[in-house]
């Protein structure tokens, strides 16, 4: 039955649409019935289409007969427009995926041809938020197979393009967990300044305070196309994007990572075939994984992240991508700040002052490209991060990450001091004197998303004193940021109830 669309101004996630409860009676539609909406344009092509749920308008006025109305995401995912508004509503079954959906939830191990199902349908828009959940929480209490994983790598892989740009395309990645982490700003330049491809793409944060595309877009646009994306590489050797930006790269993974976000869940089976599904997309051979292991993190035990390694590390020599793991300590931040322009700020501070910046940002940075600098013969076992040290320290790295924010549409001179954070600021001090002597990674990621952040990226905090420190009472060692003043309450209440800096002297018991 063709329907004209109402644009309702509203947005939501749910992906439901509503019609008059007459013309519901007339398709033999209920609430809650799946349907598919296909735009029918004026000269009578069909154009796109999307799966919705349907609800029903009992209200005089609301949704006249023959009309249905529309939330934002799916006007504009029907590319609909005041003039072109006409969509074919048809009653729809669960797609055969759902089905391999139940199978998981109840820990049975799917086939391949199941596994290709469910991606394709997520891809497509076939599966429902709701399902899709079911699906991620059932990866998160079932687990998978390594031939599932692989399966599902290859699969969300090929949902999209997948680039060749050569046999020597390196990257690194990290699981994630500490806060701080901005140590790909460091690592690209640095081994795009030795002379090796590092086409660097990243998500957004999922659980974290600031992902690297987060960060970075402080500094510059990190939305390309591929045509874009493949001329920045050919100026630079590297770039640091947006893998979602690239639309035609894995597509499956956004969708899931859509239903990951709010479920503040990260399947270990999913996470393995993002990572590797988005280096196939771009053509990765060899690559070092950064898994930081504490509390906090993803993986609290070196044992914990020792079994994810060697898992990973097998997958994707399956896959055919060479991967070095480093289990890295997670027991404070990377740096002192947590937050997207802070983040930032604190690695051009490096990048400019090398000999001055943050030492675990260097020591860490250097460390990891020093392995990738090994892996692509341009320093002997052992002398990598001699090297990363020596071009950190040239200005070579430095002078990299300007053309790379110049080709990103940034300013190429931005300084440090230009970057701007806050405004509301919040000062924390010692309540008494004594040494810092346990840092809480959690509780630091929850003040620091309270405050507002990856969205507001001028929100953050900024851990003045870590570990080992000695501090005085009345000092300031801890400071929060917000671009709101309500949020700023919210996260020193979060603070003054979850202090994550625990000090004393240096006494740990008296028996």
Not at 378 to 397: D, M, T
Request: charged content about 25%; aromatic content about 6%.
């Amino acid at each position: 039955m063709i329907f004209s669309c109402k644009r309702l101004g509203l947005s939501s996630d749910a992906r439901v649409i509503i019609i008059d409860d007459d013309d519901a009676f007339i398709i033999n539609a209920k609430p809650g019935d799946r349907v598919k909406l296909l735009h029918i344009k004026p000269n009578g092509e069909e154009g796109k289409e999307t799966v919705a749920i349907i609800n029903t308008a009992t209200g005089t006025g609301v949704i006249k007969p023959g009309e249905v109305g529309l939330y934002d995401e799916i006007w504009e995912t029907l590319h609909l427009s005041p003039k072109d508004r006409k969509v074919d509503i048809q009653l729809l079954s669960k797609p055969r995926s759902f089905e391999a959906i139940k199978r998981k939830v109840k820990g049975k191990e799917l086939t391949t041809e199941e596994i290709h199902d469910i991606i394709s349908d997520a891809t497509d828009g076939a599966l429902l938020p709701i399902e899709l959940a079911a699906f991620v929480i059932g990866l998160e209490i079932q687990g998978a197979s390594d031939r599932e994983v692989v399966d599902f790598a290859n699969a969300m892989a090929r949902s999209g393009e997948i680039l060749d740009l050569g046999e020597d395309v390196f990257d690194k990645h990290s699981t994630g967990g500490v806060p701080g982490n901005k140590v790909s700003l460091i690592i690209v330049p640095i081994i795009a300044a030795a002379g090796l491809l590092i086409p660097k793409t990243s998500t957004r944060a999922i659980t974290s305070p600031s992902g690297t595309a987060d960060s970075m877009e402080v500094l510059a646009n990190v939305a390309f196309g591929k045509d874009e994306v493949l001329k920045i590489l050919k100026e630079n050797n590297a770039g640091i994007f947006w893998g979602s930006s690239v639309g035609t790269l894995a597509p499956a993974d956004d969708a899931l990572i859509k239903i990951e976000k709010p479920l503040n869940s990260d399947p270990f089976p999913l996470m393995i075939a993002s990572i590797i599904s988005k280096k196939m997309c771009m053509g990765v051979k060899k690559m070092v994984l950064d898994i930081p292991c504490g509390k906090g993190t993803k993986f609290t035990t070196i044992d914990d992240g020792r079994k994810f390694a060697i898992r990973f590390k097998d997958i994707a020599q399956k896959i055919g991508i060479e991967a070095i793991c480093l289990l890295t300590s997670a027991s404070q931040p990377i740096g002192h700040a947590v937050g997207p322009a802070i983040e930032a700020r604190e690695a051009m501070y490096l990048l400019q002052n090398p000999e001055k910046g943050s030492t675990s940002l260097r020591n860490k940075s250097t460390e990891l490209a020093g392995y990738l600098l090994e892996m692509g013969g341009k320093a002997p076992e052992g002398k990598g991060q001699e090297l990363a040290i020596e071009i950190l320290n040239s200005g070579k790295a430095l002078k990299k990450m300007r053309g790379i924010i110049s080709a990103q549409g940034g300013n190429p001179d931005v300084s440090w001091e230009e970057i701007k954070i806050g405004p509301h600021v919040a000062e924390m001090k010692a309540s008494k004197s004594g040494f810092i002597t346990e840092i809480d990674n959690y509780h630091i990621n929850q003040i620091a998303k309270i405050a507002g952040c990856p969205a507001a990226k001028k929100s953050g905090v900024d851990v003045i004193f870590k570990r080992g420190s000695r501090v005085k009472k009345g000092d300031v060692i801890f400071k929060i940021y917000s671009d709101s003043e309500e949020r700023l309450k919210q996260a020193v209440k979060y603070y003054n109830q979850h202090p994550p800096q625990r000090f004393s002297g240096m006494t740990i018991e008296k028996i």
